[in-house]
């Protein structure tokens, strides 16, 4: 798990879960509709979570590629031009 998960879960999700079943719980009458609907709710958070997380760093270790390649062009450039 990279960084910015792990700080996404302990920020964000986690509390999150936590704060809407103190809400569901609050609730005199114990729908369970409620319940069934923020457990949706926060499996499709972390889903989508993780599918963010894995786009941002694919595409992190594409520019990175990217930066390598530059810079030995830049180089090879340098030494040519001397």
């Known amino acids: 798990m990279d960084t910015p998960s792990i700080i996404f879960y302990l920020f964000f999700a986690v509390p999150y879960i936590f704060v809407m079943y103190w ?3 609050q609730d005199k009458k114990k729908y369970v509709w409620g319940i069934t ?3 949706i709710i926060a499996i499709i958070g972390i889903i989508v979570s993780q599918k963010a997380s894995k786009v941002a760093m694919d595409n992190y270790r594409q520019h990175q ?3 390598r390649e530059i ?3 830049e180089k090879l ?3 040519h031009n001397k």
Request: no cysteine; aromatic share 0%; proline share 0%.
């Open 65 to 67: 590629i990217d930066s």
């Open 23 to 25: 809400l569901v719980k």
């Open 71 to 73: 810079e030995r062009e």
């Open 37 to 39: 609907i923020v457990t």
């Open 77 to 79: 450039d340098s030494l």
